[in-house]
Structure formats: C-alpha cells, structure tokens
C-alpha cells in the first residue's frame, strides 16, 4: 500500500499555498510540472492551461484510463479601484458571501495583503443586522497597496497539520492534485495512464471537456474534495444528510448534479476496496458537481465515475481533511489502476 509520509505533505502544503484562482492557475501549473516531468512519458499545457499528462503501458494496446483533477481554487476579482485603497470585486466559483467580510486575502501576483471590509456593527441599523452583507458593499481595503482590475484574490490561510487532520484553503482540489501526482510516480504498466490537471472546473467544468477531447480515453475517473455534511443535529434527529463523512474514507459517487456514473465503474470500484479492505463509502447523491460532467460527454461518450476525498467547510477560507481519507483514496485508486483491464467495460 502507498504511505502519506512527510514528501506528501509538504507536496500538499506547497499546493495549497499556492494562489490558482480559475482562469489563472499559473503559479500550481509550476508545481505541477516540476513534479511530473521526471516520471512522464508526455507533458504539454493545452490552449486553456491545463496540465495534460500521458505516461505509456505495456503491452500493444493497453486500456487508456483518464484521471482528471482541477488546480482552481474559488477566490475573488477585483472589478473596480474605489481609490485610497478600496476595491470593489466579485466572487469567482461559488462562494458563500457569509464567509467574506473580515477575512484576510492575497490579491495580485505580488500577494498584497488586504482585508475584505464592510461596516462596522456599530454603524448599522437592525435590519441590516439581520441580514448577510452583499457582496456589491464589500470592498478589499490594501491600504497603500495597488491592484488592478482582473486581479485574482485568495484566501490568505496557510496551511496546517493538526494530528490526524488538514486545514487549508483550497483543499478542494488540491488533495485530487497531490493524489494524479503520487499515482504518477507509482502508475502500473497495464494501461495508458492519462492525466488530466485541468483548470476552470469551478466556473463550469471547462478544462476537463477539452482534456478529455484530446486524450479519447476509454473511462475516466473524476478525483475530487466532496463536502462532509457530517454535523450534528441539535435538536437531537439523526442526521441521515450528510452526503459525505470524514474518517469513512473515499466516497465513491453513484450520481450527483451534472452525471449518473457508470454503473460498471461503480461496482469496480467498491469491489476493489472490498478485496483490499480499503475503506470506502458511497456518496449520497445530490448536490455539487465534479468534472465527470463534462468528461462524460465528450467525443462520442466516456463512461466516468467520480471517486473524493470528503472535507468539510466547502469552499470557505479554510477547509478540514483527514490524512487518513487521502491515504485510503489514494490507495483505493492505485490498486483499481492495477486490476483494471478491458473486460471492465464489457456489459
């Protein structure tokens, strides 16, 4: 079995750190290309900047499997200089505007430090109390710094280990990233191993369709971050929506807004985990989206199913993971690679 040791988190820490809010992911193109040069057979940057990565298998036609994962993050662009150091901006991805006000942010290549403001409590009237702020009144105030319009914004939380768990921005998909990385390095020689770090998949799956379209392959995986609804209920009811759990290792999609999976992947999947006894769990449908939406469409058709790792606090300035969800996907995936052959996708 693969191992989480210290090179894994200190890969997924330089990852999370790095700034690649959608349609400018440059700064984890960087990292990802450092990293896979030495153990791919190809590598180019598509017209749209995603990572496109093909290492070869035995053999004289082995199976071709896409695994695809996104580098964006959601974050913020500056769409207006109010001057004195206020800017106006909008949200990229979706992001819940209940998490912004008073949160610190890196804007720019530069990363100049600035905070998301809004009046103060003292200065409003009850109902404004009562309501969450818009994002039309909040502005990122940087002081003598400058910004211009287009500028990403990211969350300015850096990443920790706290025992058994992660905390970051960005974990969604940072992790699927760190996961395609150690897959490479260690891809087994019965299929062509395709993969796919794509960009924009959280303003509508878009680099995942045009990497997809390029590699014809003949299935495809979606390695995400899910959401964990796993929260207490208070008034004291089971909570039975919960989607995803943290600790109950990679939920393996059955279907959720964009795609049914295909059935033939699903029950390869929990049959792998259930002869290596990795723990898995299956995803309830509902909600959310993963790049095997877009995939799954492509060319004439792509059987896909989508395999995450659960964290909760989707999409906020800090996100938590278990180390041990990560390690179980990642070995979930490895050993399905290793089993996978062209009687899979025989109905």
Request: with cysteine.
């Amino acid at each position: 079995m693969l191992a989480i040791g210290s090179p894994q988190i200190k890969l997924l820490e330089k990852l999370c750190n790095a700034v690649g809010v959608s349609g400018d992911e440059g700064e984890v193109r960087r990292i990802v290309l450092d990293e896979v040069k030495p153990y791919a057979d190809e590598v180019r940057v598509d017209a749209l900047g995603s990572v496109l990565v093909r290492k070869k298998g035995a053999g004289r036609k082995p199976l071709r499997v896409l695994l695809d994962c996104h580098m964006d993050e959601v974050g913020l662009m500056i769409v207006r200089d109010d001057g004195d150091g206020f800017y106006e901006f909008r949200a990229v991805g979706g992001i819940d505007r209940r998490h912004l006000v008073g949160k610190q942010v890196v804007v720019g290549k530069e990363r100049a430090a600035g905070v998301i403001g809004a009046k103060p409590i003292h200065l409003t009237s009850a109902s404004e109390r009562g309501s969450a702020v818009p994002v039309e009144a909040m502005r990122i105030d940087l002081g003598e710094a400058k910004a211009n319009v287009g500028d990403r914004a990211a969350f300015a939380t850096k990443f920790r280990r706290v025992g058994p768990s992660i905390l970051s921005k960005a974990i969604d998909n940072r992790i699927g990233v760190a996961i395609l990385i150690e897959l490479l390095k260690h891809a087994p020689p019965n299929v062509e191993l395709c993969l796919a770090f794509s960009v924009q998949e959280e303003i509508g799956l878009r680099g995942a369709r045009v990497a997809a379209y390029a590699f014809e392959p003949d299935f495809a995986i979606a390695v995400d971050s899910t959401p964990a609804r796993d929260f207490p209920d208070y008034e004291g009811r089971e909570n039975y929506l919960y989607n995803a759990k943290l600790g109950m290792g990679p939920a393996i999609y059955t279907a959720h807004s964009p795609v049914i999976s295909d059935s033939r992947l699903v029950q390869f999947l929990v049959g792998a985990g259930d002869k290596h006894q990795i723990r898995y769990q299956l995803r309830q449908p509902g909600g959310g989206g993963t790049d095997a939406g877009s995939i799954q469409q492509t060319r004439a058709g792509v059987p896909v199913v989508s395999v995450s790792v659960p964290h909760r606090y989707t999409h906020s300035p800090v996100s938590i993971s278990r180390v041990e969800d990560w390690k179980n996907t990642l070995n979930l995936l490895h050993v399905a690679l290793q089993e996978a052959t062209p009687n899979l996708l025989k109905r």
